[in-house]
């Protein structure tokens, strides 16, 4: 039988190490730099005047790649609204972006 001490060790234990995910959305109003593999993002966010990087454990892939190239050859004609999920406490952690929204500016 496990001791009341030993069961609260244990329980701080495994609350220690667990991951725990979080979503941040960013909107892009600009894209300024990519880097070529897709982890690193910089940006201006709508409403803000200094860019923001991202920086990513895994590539932006798919439509969401295309769709920063877009704002990077495109500036002023599209906002992209990012979810990007990251996850901290416990290995393996990761930050990558998990859904993309384009949006036409009017």
């Known amino acids: 039988m496990m001791s009341r001490k030993t069961g609260a060790a244990a329980a701080l234990l495994t609350m220690s190490t667990a991951a ?20 690193v993002v910089t940006g201006v966010l709508v409403n803000d005047t200094v860019p923001t990087t991202l920086t990513l454990t895994s590539s932006a892939g798919g439509q969401c790649w295309d769709w920063l190239q877009l704002l990077l050859k495109r500036p002023g004609k599209f906002t992209l609204t990012t979810t990007v999920t990251s996850t901290t406490g416990g290995p393996p952690s990761f930050t990558l972006i998990s859904s993309c929204i384009l949006n036409t500016k009017p």
């Open 20 to 39: 725990f995910a979080a979503d941040t959305v960013y909107e892009f109003d600009t894209v300024t730099n990519l880097k070529s593999d897709g982890t």
